[in-house]
């Protein structure tokens, strides 16, 4: 298709040529999916494709070689979206504008410059160009740890690979235009995972994901109607009997005067504070499930109006999904129905035992619905008994050996319940490790949590590992300050040959819950 220049509308001014914008064609210009086809795109794009450009440099070398870096990295980037929350938190849309304008700056700071300023580009494309567009701070120290790989002194030698997992991307040797896109179109269509610094069951873990939103997709549109008057699939048969089953298995409402006269709040335990606050949450979210199925019953029966509300829920229970009615009251889950209400049972469990049998010895950190509250707790009654000011206090992580435990510890806390992913856990180094081909996530050993002061802190190469309440591993800040899903940083001891940045790109982080 050509578009003449004279036929060129670069503006409307007058108001009458609306008409225009509505009844006109609007073009989008889609990246391509691939690293191949991004980097054709980008060897092909302006100013790159323009010669006087490419060739402009008064260090040609260092030149081309950083700038086939830049327009990988933006690639990368770019494809890493793929894998969800594995590869960012949050879905950024970098675009092309951020690659013209790194690369325009990195001509001007080499032309300028008698040495490569690393550091200065470094900035300038990591925080400032594509950084700007990044709101998570995870996902900086990612993007940063990835710019890494391509802004090195390193990637002047010929030996160099940007993975070792895969030889075959590199930075070419110095040479024309044509000969950057001769090697392009040499690459492989499908990249592996190691590319873009992440395990092999990166792979896995994408295609999992598509195959569940490719599902989610096609439940929507299945009917809510039987086929015959007395299927066994009558939808109406299957969410009675659900809800008749769960109603069942739900307790009775907590009794918090009779629970505060046992555990009263009292300035030496702020643990008793915790417990009624989490109970208090638990009783809003229990009466809003047992009152939904009720209601929900009676509906189908036809003793109350099915409202839009109920509806909702009926709808829920048969798609087997958490109705949104209750998901906000509830703490997070990406949980089917039937496993969502599996873990509330297991919360419930959880709080019941430790209200007839005391604080338990080692707390269970899936099963709090505010987990900053608890790890408020900790820290308080660690800072009131040694009259340390809270502030002054920081977390030391110890990695346990053994699977259970039957004493407290004096100070401090011991927690379970988290699984590991990105990494593996080697439970004879105590060190983290590569993943096992296949498994996903681990379940990650026990961790006496203990305040000191920073001063006291030993000091071990170690990963700083975020904890996040589900996988999606995006959140929003809640009036509370805190972040809905993001809750602490944990530091797991590392090997010390693996620096913290591969890890980093691995996307390696520590969850309270899985999604089944």
Not at 234 to 247: F, R, T
Not at 333 to 340: C, E, I
Not at 439 to 466: S, T
């Amino acid at each position: 298709m050509c578009i003449r220049d004279s036929l060129r509308i670069t503006a409307l001014q007058d108001s009458a040529h609306g008409s225009l914008h509505q009844n006109g064609m609007k073009l989008v210009q889609e990246p391509p999916k691939g690293l191949r086809s991004n980097l054709l795109r980008s060897f092909t794009s302006d100013p790159i494709v323009d010669p006087k450009f490419f060739e402009s440099s008064n260090k040609p070398e260092a030149f081309k070689k950083l700038l086939f870096g830049l327009t990988f990295f933006h690639s990368l980037v770019q494809e890493r979206r793929k894998f969800g929350p594995l590869g960012w938190n949050r879905p950024y849309e970098f675009n092309d504008t951020d690659m013209r304008i790194s690369v325009k700056q990195l001509h001007m700071f080499i032309n300028e410059n008698p040495e490569v300023p690393y550091e200065a580009l470094s900035y300038l494309v990591g925080e400032c160009n594509y950084g700007g567009r990044v709101t998570d701070d995870w996902d900086r120290r990612c993007l940063l740890s990835t710019l890494n790989v391509f802004f090195t002194p390193d990637i002047l030698l010929d030996d160099y690979r940007f993975s070792m997992d895969s030889p075959e991307y590199y930075s070419p040797e110095e040479g024309e235009h044509s000969d950057y896109v001769n090697y392009i179109q040499s690459l492989p269509w499908e990249q592996k995972p190691g590319i873009f610094g992440l395990h092999g069951n990166a792979d896995i873990t994408k295609d999992e994901r598509d195959a569940r939103l490719l599902l989610e997709a096609t439940l929507s549109t299945q009917p809510r109607e039987a086929s015959g008057k007395d299927s066994a699939l009558d939808p109406k048969k299957v969410v009675l009997q659900s809800a008749k089953d769960v109603h069942s298995s739900m307790p009775k409402l907590f009794d918090i005067e009779e629970i505060t006269a046992k555990y009263p709040l009292t300035y030496g335990q702020s643990m008793n504070t915790v417990l009624l606050q989490e109970l208090i949450r638990y009783n809003r979210l229990l009466a809003i499930v047992r009152s939904g199925l009720d209601s929900v019953q009676m509906a189908i029966r036809g003793e109350v109006v099915m409202s839009a509300d109920l509806e909702q829920v009926y709808n829920a229970i048969y798609d087997n999904k958490i109705p949104d009615g209750w998901r906000k009251r509830s703490f997070p889950s990406l949980k089917p129905f039937g496993s969502y209400i599996a873990d509330l049972l297991a919360r419930l469990a959880f709080l019941q035992k430790w209200i007839d049998e005391g604080p338990p010895p080692v707390f269970w950190i899936s099963g709090f619905f505010f987990t900053q509250s608890f790890l408020t707790g900790i820290m308080q009654n660690y800072a009131r008994k040694y009259g340390i000011e809270i502030d002054k206090l920081v977390w030391d992580f110890t990695i346990m050996t053994e699977e259970t435990y039957d004493k407290a510890p004096e100070d401090g806390c011991f927690i379970n319940g988290l699984f590991l992913e990105g990494a593996g856990w080697n439970n004879e180094t105590g060190l983290l490790c590569e993943s096992k081909p296949k498994e996903l996530y681990v379940r990650f050993p026990i961790i006496y949590m203990k305040p000191v002061k920073p001063e006291d802190l030993v000091e071990v190469p170690h990963y700083r590992c975020p904890t996040y309440k589900t996988t999606d591993r995006q959140g929003v800040l809640s009036t509370t300050g805190h972040s809905t899903n993001f809750i602490m940083v944990i530091n797991l001891p590392r090997r010390q040959n693996d620096p913290e940045s591969y890890l980093v790109m691995r996307g390696t982080a520590l969850f309270t819950q899985l999604n089944y």
